[in-house]
């Protein structure tokens, strides 16, 4: 059974922290690029970052890039968001995400955290 389930979401105030976490099980995992993608409240989906398998290349998005660090742990199956310097408009359910391409497209989706940062 697919399982992508995050967690360390909540509350905080502007410019402070928090680090997201998606553990994985059910898929080979390395196999897979890894996603976090954000919504806010009434607002359509946002890609926020992405880590490749393989060469783990990284890309952000740009109103998150300087502030997050997305890294993965092929020993615990896991993939991290580290947010700092946290501003309201970062409020949003994230969402933890597997992709492969090939030879068949498969995505998997986590059931998401909420981050709330207001004062």
Known sequence: ??????????????GGSLRLSCAASGFTFSSYAMSWVRQAPGKGLEWVSDINSGDGYIYYAHSVKGRFTISRDSAKNTVYLQMNSLKPEDTAVYYCNADKKSPVRVIYWGQGTQVTVSS
């Open 1 to 14: 059974q697919v399982q992508l389930v995050e967690s360390g979401g909540g509350l905080v105030q502007p």
